[in-house]
């Protein structure tokens, strides 16, 4: 299956359609990172000198506030996000991949198989990120109390490394449903006895070099380099039908 001759600049930006899912994912999980971070500094207003040095970061009470804090505002409700939104993208991938073929859909005996894992997969890459950026505030509180920074400023040093987090979990949203688009399209090209693709970039101003070169590249699907290439990448997949000779 060829693209088509003349694409629409829309086609060229996102071919597989999945921006506002990007968009939906993004806005979703950043939002959570958001709401930890107000509360923490929130908290942290509403402290003295006298009560915060009594919440220093080691010991036990202020890591479990903070554990509880992390549960409630990102690892609960991240999961009920990652449980709806996956899955729509692998089966955008799949509808993607059964227009390509110009076929209906079929039946897929290990989908949920494929969209567990993906699901999985987000799952741990948000609670690493969650752990990370836990573990910078209960050092940087720590750090603060013992040099004897003021409240403000150790605010600021938690605004910044909250700040990280948000930039960092926009790339993961960002890559992660490219992530599920493509494997439903995969999976849905060798379900149909396809054994090529052909590379598919979005082209506009932001596209890199690297995935600029691939365009319209083949390959066989059983070693098709991964797509998404690196984070950010928009790229996805084109079945390539090859014809046999004799219907030529």
Same mark, same amino acid.
């Given at each position: 299956?060829?693209?088509?001759?003349?694409?629409?600049?829309?086609?060229?930006?996102?071919?597989?359609?999945?921006?506002?899912?990007?968009?939906?994912?993004?806005?979703?999980?950043?939002?959570?990172?958001?709401?930890?971070?107000?509360?923490?500094?929130?908290?942290?207003?509403?402290?003295?000198?006298? &009560?915060?040095?009594?919440?220093?970061?080691?010991?036990?009470?202020?890591?479990?506030?903070?554990?509880?804090?992390?549960?409630?505002?990102?690892?609960?409700?991240?999961?009920?996000?990652?449980?709806?939104?996956?899955?729509?993208?692998?089966?955008?991938?799949?509808?993607?991949?059964?227009?390509?073929?110009?076929?209906?859909?079929?039946?897929?005996?290990?989908?949920?198989?494929?969209?567990?894992?993906?699901?999985?997969?987000?799952?741990? &890459?948000?609670?690493?990120?969650?752990?990370?950026?836990?573990?910078?505030?209960?050092?940087?509180?720590?750090?603060?109390?013992?040099?004897?920074?003021?409240?403000?400023?150790?605010?600021?040093?938690?605004?910044?490394?909250?700040?990280?987090?948000?930039?960092?979990?926009?790339? /993961?949203?960002?890559?992660?449903?490219?992530?599920?688009?493509?494997?439903?399209?995969?999976?849905?090209?060798? &379900?149909?006895?396809?054994?090529?693709?052909?590379?598919?970039?979005?082209?506009?101003?932001?596209?890199?070099?690297?995935?600029?070169?691939?365009?319209?590249?083949?390959?066989?699907?059983? &070693?098709?380099?991964?797509?998404?290439?690196?984070?950010?990448?928009?790229?996805?997949?084109?079945?390539?039908?090859? /014809?046999?000779?004799?219907?030529?």
């Amino acid at each position: 299956m060829a693209r088509p001759k003349n694409p629409s600049k829309k086609f060229r930006r996102d071919p597989t359609n999945s921006q506002r899912k990007i968009n939906r994912y993004e806005r979703d999980l950043v939002k959570l990172f958001k709401n930890y971070q107000i509360r923490i500094v929130t908290d942290l207003k509403k402290m003295n000198a006298r &009560s915060l040095e009594a919440v220093n970061l080691n010991t036990k009470g202020a890591g479990d506030y903070l554990t509880q804090a992390e549960k409630e505002e990102i690892i609960d409700p991240a999961e009920k996000i990652v449980r709806k939104q996956i899955p729509e993208a692998y089966k955008s991938g799949v509808n993607f991949a059964t227009i390509q073929l110009g076929g209906t859909k079929d039946e897929r005996i290990d989908e949920w198989k494929k969209i567990a894992a993906l699901i999985e997969k987000n799952l741990v &890459s948000i609670k690493k990120l969650t752990d990370e950026t836990g573990g910078k505030i209960r050092q940087t509180i720590a750090d603060g109390v013992i040099n004897e920074k003021t409240l403000w400023d150790i605010m600021k040093d938690i605004y910044d490394i909250t700040d990280i987090g948000i930039s960092r979990i926009r790339t /993961i949203t960002r890559t992660e449903i490219m992530i599920g688009v493509n494997t439903g399209i995969k999976d849905r090209y060798k &379900s149909a006895g396809v054994e090529k693709g052909e590379w598919l970039a979005a082209i506009d101003d932001s596209t890199c070099d690297e995935c600029e070169g691939l365009d319209g590249k083949k390959f066989p699907l059983d &070693s098709f380099p991964d797509c998404p290439t690196h984070p950010n990448c928009r790229c996805s997949i084109l079945p390539v039908i090859e /014809i046999p000779e004799e219907e030529v």
